[in-house]
């Protein structure tokens, strides 16, 4: 068994702990639109939407989205390019499909009931153990703790958890910790006080410590260890994956393509891509010929024209290919005209490119 270093409070200790917290949360609470209620929809498309997404970045995008999808069921029943282009602007934009298909999941697997427990709303696309636990505990009271960036730093400051937070059996020791702390009678609000303290007075960096309104629980805190928790190795930078990025122009535009169905930008269109090979391609005419039937003149490789994009693990470098079509004959390809590049939901890597453009 392995050994937890942490500082472990008393039963009186965490009761006054919980009443410290949440008498400051019931007085200084964020105003948000997501906590006008504990509807288990608005929970779910805000804690999705706040997922790599600063709060006040998402308040306009939540309720532009819940206009447009009043309810699950206008989620499920939506059509793809008007879920993607209210989502646009986001990014990350695997996590819309996710939620159109966990909705899907409710409509048609829960006949429109959604599931009241962590562990079956683990159960549905895109729902990992936070998120579970955030809507379990928000919207039916269920005594859950929920486990994100905002607890990990809190509770490490708090209890001195020596645990690297890099590591993943790490969420399972804040989990079980947490478990023991967390209000039996208010877990929502619980978890709701505690990403607001981690957003406020115990925040990443410049934390307010003496002022934090649970200072007296506040073992880093008060010894001056503050800013050495949560402990936790550095991430590896992303991987640098070099690309060619084609501008094909046509008579009207350019040539573009639609990408996979899986993957990294699915789904969107953008100007054909080709991963750099360790030798390299020696004529883009007869590449494209060969492997897309799409005939192209007068490719130019320029070096002025590069596009870098960073992405979670990825970071993708891309040298611009300009080039003239000749005739295609493939569907995975299409003509847009220079107009249409300027409505079209593009990723946000299109749009760089597009900028070349100018």
């Known amino acids: 068994m392995i050994a937890i270093s942490y500082i472990e409070w008393s039963d009186d200790t965490i009761k006054r702990f919980r009443k410290k917290l949440l008498t400051w949360y019931d007085e200084n609470k ?3 639109p997501w906590r006008k209620d504990t509807n288990p929809y608005h929970v779910f498309i805000s804690e999705i939407m706040l997922q790599q997404t600063q709060v006040n970045t998402v308040i306009d995008y939540y309720l532009k989205f819940i206009e447009a999808f009043p309810t699950v069921f206008d989620l499920a029943q939506a059509p793809e390019d008007k879920l993607m282009a209210v989502w646009q602007g986001l990014g990350y934009y695997s996590r819309a499909r996710n939620m159109q298909a966990a909705a899907q999941q409710i ?9 009241k427990t962590a562990k079956e709303l ?21 005594v859950e703790p929920a486990i994100d960036g905002n607890a990990f730093r809190v509770f490490a400051r708090l209890l001195k958890i020596e645990d690297d937070i ?53 073992a880093s805190g008060q010894d001056g260890t503050c800013l050495n928790y949560p402990v936790k190795t550095k991430k590896k930078p992303p991987q640098k994956i070099p690309y060619y990025g084609f501008i094909i122009k046509t008579s009207e535009g350019y040539l573009m393509e639609k990408r996979p169905k899986t993957g990294i930008l699915a789904n969107f269109l953008m100007f054909p891509l080709v991963k750099k090979t360790l030798t390299e ?33 990825q970071q993708w470098q891309i040298s611009l290919v300009v080039a003239d079509l000749v005739a295609f004959d493939n569907s995975n390809f299409i003509e ?4 249409e590049l300027d409505y079209l939901n593009l990723s946000a890597l299109q749009k760089k490119m597009n900028k070349i453009l100018a």
């Open 30 to 32: 964020r105003d948000l």
């Open 107 to 115: 409509v048609f697997d829960y006949k429109g009931q959604w599931p």
């Open 122 to 142: 683990e159960k549905l696309k895109g729902i990992g153990p936070y998120t579970s636990c955030a809507i379990a505990s928000i919207s039916f009271g269920e």
């Open 166 to 218: 890099a590591k993943p059996k790490t969420k399972t020791i804040f989990y079980d910790i947490v478990k023991k702390i967390i209000d039996p009678n208010r877990p929502g609000d619980f978890n709701q006080a505690i990403m607001d303290l981690g957003s406020s007075y115990m925040r990443a960096k410049n934390p307010l410590i003496e002022q934090s309104p649970v200072y007296e629980f506040d």
């Open 281 to 313: 391609i020696e004529s883009f005419e007869n590449y494209f010929k060969s492997n897309y039937a799409v005939e192209i003149k007068n490719a130019q490789l320029s070096d002025d024209l590069k596009v870098i994009h960073t992405f979670t693990h």
């Open 336 to 339: 847009v005209t220079s107009e």
